[in-house]
Structures are given as structure tokens and as C-alpha cells.
């Protein structure tokens, strides 16, 4: 085994065999849109927990020894998506980090304004099995700019397969000023607005829409959000019937009974129940995946595209439930509020 084979400490010790996070690498001094790679690999300080609430701040990265690097394939640059895994490296125990393993990556914008990445690394064996996916996060990327992501893997104590290797899996952009947040500074909007990881069972799908006044001000809604489905080339999916309520869907998983005005206070949440089927027995020509959804919490409020990677199958049919008020939400209070207009 590598050196990167070793149990962590207990406190990143969790239900799945190896647990990981991403975030975007803190942009150097006169660069607001993201440089070249860095020369020294860095240690991600924090981890984000599978349903774990959303952290009061993104994952910090600071150097923690020294890694073993190890090769990556050749390439002669990034792939059709704008983006080039730069470094994979291996920490040591005695390194300092409590990650076992960081792969670095390049995400470059084609495009003509701003966009938020999501980039997903898969780590893989030497015989290039799948180990596991790992979601690194860049907020955003200037038109024409490069920037650099890192993502971190940890392993629980036993044994685990050894990572040899990373590739792209699979990106993701939406309009920088369209990106969704759980936490942080609050937008202009006065609110923060996130999907939670859902559930999935025999062919049912339920995610969760949240919504946290970040503002100073009361925020009202009213009925159910405004969605936009949009494909991989974002450009609208036709064909595909947004429901008011789930009961269609199923009427075991909420979002059902009749809308009713919901006003929330400062740091007061509501949410609403997105629920559809991956069924391909009947329907539309053939399965429809929405991997974009620009939701508007009310008419007239400022768009955000969430990415939910609906299957939809063939039933052409997404269920979405009216907005209720979130009495379970406990945050940590309002973020920095918008100036008053």
C-alpha cells in the first residue's frame, strides 16, 4: 500500500468509506478572476459531510507538509469542457494534512461572461475502477479566464482501494451571478437559495428547495416557485409538464395541499419539494435528463440555477410542492445583508 493508505483521525471518520469536498483555490493578489495553478500543493483544512447543514464558510486551503506526486496520464491540454487535472498527490501520515489524497485541476471559461463551476473528479484504481466522485467548486471564472480548483479524498480506518489515478467525470457551469449558495455573504436578492441531497428509492425521486431570508427585511412568497428546465447546452427542455404539488408523482413524499402566503423574518427559511419518477415504460420518446434548473422563488424575483440532474425517464412529468415555511431551519442568523435600495 502507498503511502496514502492509512487511517484518519476519527473526526473524519463517517458512514461512507471515503468522504470528500472541493473548493476553489483562494485567487492570488490582483487576480479576481482565478490564475495559473499554484506551485505548492495545499491541504484542505475542513470537509464538507454528506447531509451535513451547509457550512458557515467554504473549505480553506493551507500547505501541510510535503505530498508524493503521482503521475497523471498525458495530455495535451483541457478536455471539451475547459478542464485539465493538473496534479494528484498522496499525503503522508506524518504530512500534517487528514486527507489522504488532493488532485488539483484547471477549469477554463470559453464563454462570454462569467460562470460558476462544478467540476466532479472521479479517483480510480490502477486498473481504472472507479473508487470514488468528488465535487470541487470554483465561483467563479472570468470569460476567457482560467482558474483552479482542488479537490480532497479521506479515507475511514480499514482497508479501502488504492487511488492510482483521476479523471473528469463530469462539469457543470451556471451564470456566475446565477449560482446558488446555502451560506456566506447574502446575494442582492436577500436570500440564500440551495438543493438539499435528496433521496431515491425503487424509480421515486425527492430532493429538497430551500430558501433563507438573509436580508433585513420581511421576505414574502406566495404559491410555488417559477422553474425553467434547461438542458446540458442550456437551452430549454421542451416536452417536460411542471405539476403544482407532487400528488401526481407520489403522495407519500410532501408537497402536496394548497399554497398558502408564507412570510419570513431575517434568518427564517422556507422550502418546497421538487419529486419526479425515472420510469421508461411509457411516455415521451425517450428518457429526458435536465441536469439545470432556473428557479424563481416568486414572479418578478431574480433567477438561480440550481443543478439537480433529473432523470426524468420517459413520464415527462416534475412535481414541485408549494413553499412552506422551514420550521426545522436553524441557522446561524442573517449573512451580510444587501444595501437597502
Not at 255 to 274: H, S, W, Y
Request: charged share 15%; with cysteine; net charge negative.
Amino acid at each position: 500500500m502507498s503511502s496514502a493508505s492509512r487511517a484518519v483521525p476519527a473526526v473524519l471518520a463517517g458512514v461512507l468509506l471515503l468522504a470528500g469536498c472541493g473548493s476553489e483555490r483562494a485567487p492570488r493578489e490582483g487576480d479576481t478572476a482565478g490564475g495559473p495553478p499554484g506551485t505548492t500543493p495545499s491541504c484542505p483544512s475542513e470537509y464538507a459531510r454528506y447531509g451535513a447543514p451547509p457550512a458557515s464558510a467554504p473549505p480553506s486551503f493551507t500547505p501541510s507538509g510535503t505530498p508524493t506526486p503521482l503521475p497523471l496520464p498525458s495530455t495535451g491540454g483541457p478536455d471539451e469542457d475547459g478542464v485539465q487535472v493538473t496534479g494528484l498527490y498522496a499525503w503522508a501520515a506524518d504530512s500534517g494534512c487528514e486527507a489522504d489524497l488532493t488532485a488539483e485541476f484547471e477549469v477554463t471559461n470559453p464563454g462570454p461572461a462569467a460562470a460558476a463551476y462544478t467540476v466532479t473528479l472521479g479517483f480510480v484504481t490502477a486498473s481504472g475502477s472507479a473508487v470514488e466522485n468528488v465535487e470541487g467548486t470554483v465561483a467563479s471564472v472570468g470569460p476567457g479566464r482560467t482558474a483552479q480548483g482542488t479537490v480532497a479524498l479521506a479515507r475511514t480506518a480499514g482497508h479501502a482501494p488504492e487511488v492510482s489515478g483521476v479523471r473528469v467525470v463530469k462539469v457543470r457551469s451556471v451564470p456566475a451571478g446565477e449560482a446558488a449558495t446555502a451560506s456566506g455573504p447574502c446575494p442582492a436578492s436577500g436570500t440564500h437559495l440551495y438543493l438539499d441531497q435528496g433521496d431515491a428509492a425503487m424509480g421515486l425521486r425527492v430532493v429538497g428547495l430551500h430558501l433563507v431570508n438573509c436580508g433585513t427585511r420581511p421576505y414574502a412568497l406566495d404559491g410555488y416557485p417559477e422553474l425553467r428546465l434547461l438542458g446540458a447546452d442550456h437551452t430549454p427542455i421542451e416536452g417536460v409538464r411542471v405539476l403544482d404539488g407532487t400528488e401526481r408523482i407520489s403522495t407519500a413524499v410532501g408537497g402536496g395541499g394548497a399554497p398558502r402566503p408564507v412570510t419570513l423574518r431575517p434568518g427564517e427559511a422556507a422550502r418546497t419539494t421538487l419529486a419526479w419518477r425515472n420510469t421508461t415504460e411509457a411516455g415521451l420518446d425517450g428518457p429526458v435528463n435536465v441536469p439545470y434548473l432556473q428557479v424563481r422563488p416568486k414572479p418578478g424575483a431574480d433567477p438561480v440555477t440550481v443543478v439537480p440532474e433529473l432523470d426524468l425517464g420517459t413520464t415527462g412529468l416534475l412535481g414541485v410542492g408549494p413553499w412552506e415555511k422551514d420550521e426545522a431551519y436553524r441557522g446561524t442568523g442573517t449573512g451580510t445583508a444587501p444595501a437597502a435600495p
